[in-house]
T-cell receptor
Framework: RKEVEQDPGPFNVPEGATVAFNCTYSNSASQSFFWYRQDCRKEPKLLMSVYSSGNEDGRFTAQLNRASQYISLLIRDSKLSDSATYLCVVNNPTGGFKTIFGAGTRLFVKA | GAVVSQHPSWVICKSGTSVKIECRSLDFQATTMFWYRQFPKQSLMLMATSNEGSKATYEQGVEKDKFLINHASLTLSTLTVTSAHPEDSSFYIC????????????FGDGTRLSIL
């Protein structure tokens, strides 16, 4: 089993749609969680950290469920510019901290 | 936010050449830097982790004599691909963290390496 698993997609949605991405992690000792966005042929960019209480940044909402070892990202009112790959990232306390990247979920937002 | 600069952005060179890639943290001290490689349509693969002033820790399957990493200061890490061959062609990305652990990483722009 992979340490961090994501649905690879692709998700094809129309502009204005709401889309949700899920991510599961295997290490119950994982301590910090993030969503990154990666555009084609570009570096990943931090979208938001994920906190136990859940957090929102504009159209983006991230949630963490430690009991189920599950992270989610909700995008409301999708824009064409949201088209990208979304990476679920987990920091594990293994010999210091080790960052584990999910394989990413592709999103295509269509006009 | 934190800024990480990577140079060069593109490299095209002949087989057998050694290529050096620089990664700099511009507005914070990077105690830990990471080097990744990404092949087309694949996920990021961690190559090695380096902490300032100590030897890099390489992931399984990554040849340390092939990919030389130096992290001599808190703002600069370098990756040298020695005697590069066409199969080394890839997108190389560095990232940096300003604490040992539990913080998000900030990525450089990446270096696209093409070996002819």
């Amino acid at each position: 089993r992979k340490e961090v698993e994501q649905d690879p997609g692709p998700f094809n949605v129309p502009e204005g749609a709401t889309v949700a991405f899920n991510c599961t992690y295997s290490n119950s000792a994982s301590q910090s969680f993030f969503w990154y966005r990666q555009d084609c042929r570009k570096e990943p960019k931090l979208l938001m950290s994920v906190y136990s209480s859940g957090n929102e940044d504009g159209r983006f909402t991230a949630q963490l469920n430690r009991a189920s070892q599950y992270i989610s990202l909700l995008i409301r009112d999708s824009k064409l510019s949201d088209s990208a790959t979304y990476l679920c990232v987990v920091n594990n306390p293994t010999g210091g901290f080790k960052t584990i990247f999910g394989a990413g979920t592709r999103l295509f937002v269509k006009a | 936010g934190a800024v990480v600069s990577q140079h060069p952005s593109w490299v095209i060179c002949k087989s057998g050449t050694s290529v050096k890639i620089e990664c700099r943290s511009l507005d914070f001290q990077a105690t830990t830097m990471f080097w990744y490689r990404q092949f087309p349509k694949q996920s990021l693969m961690l190559m090695a982790t380096s902490n300032e002033g100590s030897k890099a820790t390489y992931e399984q399957g990554v040849e340390k004599d092939k990919f030389l990493i130096n992290h001599a200061s808190l703002t600069l890490s370098t990756l040298t691909v020695t005697s590069a061959h066409p199969e080394d062609s890839s997108f190389y990305i560095c990232s940096a963290s300003d604490q040992r652990g539990n913080q998000p990483q900030h990525f450089g722009d990446g270096t696209r390496l093409s070996i002819l």
